[in-house]
């Protein structure tokens, strides 16, 4: 059998794809285009109104792509509104998120592989191991936890994803083991609210906990930290990255969603801009060279004038490196759904625009900060292209094969020189 996975959204998505193409790849399936694919899992996000009609215009056009792929769609949108996609062309699964992991294993018929396909020779002749290049990634995206119960306003991830669960440490080790051993040299380590790690557990414990066992490990690996809530990011851990020579990647994502007060409080978001702006200061402080990245929501419901000018007063000369900008988007059932005063359309995208110049402006900003520096990096693709520890990506001359640990230096934006093998 051959299928191929098309993935929206976050690096949860990323990992849940990881695990079901290894799953695939153990009972003798074969990955392939969609065009020539005869299952296609469509793993969709729903942060907003555009990831589900980008999930819709997908499957549309597999279908016509590929007339005879059977499509089985999954993931946040799959979850929230099955019938949307359950009447797609050539969908004939639907699967919940609750069962993304399991379905693949299933015994009945709306799964359409023969029990040979399922439950194939494993890692023997026909099987084959997770390696580096699976999906066309070289790092490793594991996912330690799902689910979230902070409840912002804006967000139907809570009732996509449900209650928070972690998976325990003795657990996330040894398929860390398995991943080093199979030739991984970077693992992001991502969950949906990933600063509530271990708060679940029998035996609860810490994302700090986690992290601490990580930097124990004695394996030729690089972890980097996904994207963490700022209020999760106690100033140990930090610590713990500062110090780690090498072991944790010197890149955040930490989203402050908006630089107005009143604006945070009307998301739920937990904490305020100067508690934000002392962690990033610090991070800045400390390591220089680190990226921090954040995400930034425009026309939330009551956004007036005055709170969008507090981003464009806080945003240009704060430390952080790149933006992700998203547009406010009712989703069905969240607190923010049925507030009033909504932002007009022509409104919100004014606003975007303007925060996506100011992203750009950081991001060059820093590019130019760390030209004529030396820093690692990871071999990706053919080997020509290579993402340093602190998450720029510059070509490099051939030369270097893929997977490989590298040191360059950087030249421009988007080049760079290769110092030494490592």
Known sequence: MKFSIVTFGCRVNQ???????????????????????????VNTCSVTASADQGARQTIRRIARQNPSAKIIATGCYATRRPDDLSALPNVVRVVSNDEKLEFLLATDDRVPMTTAERFGAGEGACGAAIEPGMAGRTAFTLRVQTGCEQSCAYCIIPTTRGRGRSRPLHEVLREIATIVEAGFKEI???????????????RPGSLLEL???LDQLRADVTFRVSSLEPMDCPGELVDLIAASSGRFAPHFHLPLQHASDRMLSAMRRPYTLAYYRRLVDDIASRMPHASIGSDMIVGFPGE??????????YLPDSPLTHLHVFPYSDREGTAASTM???VDGATIRSRG???RAIGSTLTRRFHERQRGSVRPGLTLEDGT??????YLKVRIPAGVSRNQRVHVRLLSATEGALVANC
Do not use: M, P, W
């Open 15 to 41: 990992a849940d794809s990881l695990q079901l193409e290894a799953q695939l790849r153990r009972n003798g399936a074969e990955a392939a285009g969609v065009e020539h694919a005869d299952v296609v899992i």
């Open 188 to 202: 992001a380590i991502t969950g949906v609210h990933l600063g509530s790690y271990g708060r679940d557990l029998d």
């Open 211 to 213: 992290l601490r066992a």
């Open 304 to 313: 007036s004038s005055d709170d969008f000018d507090a981003n464009l007063a």
């Open 340 to 342: 009033q005063s909504k």
């Open 353 to 355: 625009a303007q925060l």
């Open 385 to 390: 292209l290579v993402v340093t520890d602190n």
